[in-house]
């Protein structure tokens, strides 16, 4: 429903001329201002065009006469006619007839008060005398017939006006009444939503509010299935916090694997293209899938050799120091530190994102009264408190990883001989002896012609296996590699697995020992479920008076400024409503 207007539209020259220092593109400005002003179906356009300057080079009649539409809303009105040159008086007679440029309420002339009348303070009435005078004693105008005379002077234009006017409003006054009907039901409704909370125990409203939240935290901490949210696929609130720390975790598992050392079990003479070393390598870790992925300690047996020896001092000959071992542990162990630090800076962000949208649908009615701003300083604070007590002890984890150490015998043991197994077998084939370490591989004694046609030689073998089954040994064909003549790299070999052996058992304790450490002291620490002072008791020490919790509650500013805003509109709606009714029954 558009309101009902009048807009007038004036000479071409008023609006397609700028002045000395003016912006030119103040004229489209005009021009578009007045097009979405005289579009508007309930907007009756009064064309005023001056009678001095030929009606051809008036763009306001340009703008409107060109759309039939706007010609049924248009009424045209001549002026400054006291201002016709001699003899031009008939084009200006033809459109007052209806003849030319022919418009629904047809064309109106008038004359308005001059600059001198002006200067001389005429009156708006004593101007209308003499308008009427002018049409009356003065040709062409005073010549013409009672119908077109009904159309000159500023009283016969306001007259008509107040008819269409009047025509209007009496069409469009149900279409209004039943707007400013609907417009106000929504006002009320709206008020209705916005009506101020009756609060009898404002500290019982409050302290509600803190342990629904703390509850609500609680259990996203403890872990709920994850929800989806297409907007926002990382949206941690709806993933689920506990799922996304640990897609966290065993990203820093992957990582904390790739500082496995990569040694080559031959040596740097050895000639061994890098198709063969990529082979030799998956052969050595065959079910440990992350090794040989990074570069820590990719060195040669002959390099570890070199090394043992120089490392040295008052050992007994065969035998090599500790610190040998050590210090190849602590290659890949140093790298730790920093894996294990920016594992918990990811899981920081990631808790501290979750807690804030959290806190922000809790308490997104309470941000005007302080509350909102009080909850997310004390959970910003028993945050960093929890951060600061974890970096601590994931520094301790790291440190006591600096220091090779384990009572897991069992998998220790287990695994460096399954290493030197593979490390050996790796060298014996580069040392030619390929053939045979190969035959022991894949030896089945329950078809020896598969390895080669030397059967005499793997009945022997079969007998040797049997012979130590009857004592109690199980052995199989490709234990016997282990037997082969010994040679100098034997100790670097074994130096090599019982490091690689450590950092297995080193590597899954400390990739699990740093989540779990996080997860307690950190994560759950935030919530006090480990059994320490949690966020509900830091909460539960705010100022909980009736006075300030009374403060807390306070409406948002917004809120209460739409609500003024409205009951402003509702009254102005109101008294539209009543002048309706009026209207009607008068």
């Keep these: 429903m558009y309101p009902i207007s009048i807009f007038m539209i004036f000479p071409v020259r008023i609006i397609a001329n700028v002045g000395d220092g003016g912006n030119e593109a103040d004229i489209r400005l005009v021009e578009d201002l007045a097009k979405s002003y005289i579009k508007k179906p309930n907007c009756i356009v009064l064309l005023v065009i001056s009678c001095e300057t030929d009606f051809e080079n008036q763009g306001a009649g340009r703008l409107v006469l060109k759309d039939p539409a706007l010609r049924q809303r248009t009424i045209g009105v001549l002026t400054k006619v006291d201002r016709i040159e001699f003899g031009g008086s008939s084009k200006w007679l033809r459109m007052l007839r209806g003849e030319d440029q022919p418009l629904m309420h047809g064309w109106y002339c008038v004359k308005q008060r001059d600059l001198v009348q002006l200067q001389e303070g005429v009156t708006w009435e004593e101007a209308k005398s003499y308008e009427t005078e002018y049409f009356q004693t003065t040709a062409p105008w005073a010549d013409l017939g009672p119908s077109q005379r009904s159309r000159l002077g500023s009283q016969k234009l306001a007259d008509r006006l107040g008819s269409i006017l009047s025509n209007l409003v009496s069409q469009e006054l149900p279409g209004i009444r039943k707007t400013v009907t609907a417009e106000l039901n929504k006002v009320d409704q709206r008020l209705k939503d916005l009506a101020p909370p009756k609060i009898s125990d404002p500290r019982r409203v409050v302290i509600t509010l803190l342990r629904d939240f703390t509850k609500n935290l609680s259990k996203h901490i403890e872990g709920i299935p994850p929800m989806v949210n297409p907007a926002d696929p990382t949206d941690t609130t709806s993933t689920g916090l506990l799922h996304s720390l640990n897609e966290e975790y065993e990203r820093f598992r992957v990582k904390l694997h790739k500082t496995a050392p990569q040694f080559r079990p031959w040596t740097t003479t050895a000639n061994v293209d890098s198709q063969k070393e990529q082979t030799m390598l998956d ?304």
């Design 283 to 586: 052969s050595a870790k065959q079910d440990d899938d992350a090794v040989g992925l990074g570069k820590t300690n990719s060195l040669h047996a002959d390099e570890i050799m070199d090394l043992a020896k120089r490392s040295r001092t008052r050992e007994l000959p065969g035998n090599y120091p500790f610190s040998v071992k050590e210090r190849l542990i602590l290659e890949s162990v140093q790298q730790w530190s920093a894996l294990a630090q920016e594992c918990f800076t990811e899981v920081k962000d990631i808790v501290v994102k979750h807690i804030i949208r959290i806190v922000e649908e809790h308490f997104k009615g309470y941000s005007n009264g302080g509350l909102k701003e009080a909850v997310s300083k004390l959970t910003s604070e028993q945050i960093i408190k929890c951060a600061q007590a974890t970096t601590k002890k994931i520094e301790g984890l790291f440190q006591s990883e600096c220091s090779p150490y384990t009572q897991n015998d069992e998998f220790f043991i287990a695994y460096k001989t399954k290493m030197l197994t593979r490390y050996k077998i790796i060298h014996q084939e580069l040392e030619g002896k390929s053939t045979l370490v190969t035959g022991l591989k894949g030896y089945d004694p329950n078809n020896s012609y598969s390895v080669n046609n030397n059967h005499s030689q793997w009945t022997y073998l079969n007998q040797a296996i049997a012979y130590l089954q009857n004592f109690g040994m199980t052995v199989k064909a490709e234990d016997f590699i282990a037997l082969l003549p010994q040679h100098d790299m034997n100790p670097a070999l074994d130096i090599m697995a019982e490091v690689r052996a450590y950092f297995q058992v080193a590597y899954k304790r400390f990739g699990d020992n740093v989540p779990k450490q996080i997860d307690a002291d950190f994560v759950r620490g935030i919530d006090g479920s480990d059994g320490s002072d949690g966020l509900d008791v830091a909460l539960m020490s705010m100022d909980l008076s009736t006075e300030k919790c009374m403060e807390y509650l306070q409406e948002p500013a917004s809120v209460i400024r739409e609500r003024t805003t409205l009951a402003g509109k509702k009254q102005r709606l109101e008294a539209a409503q009543l002048k309706l009714e009026r209207y009607y029954r008068g």
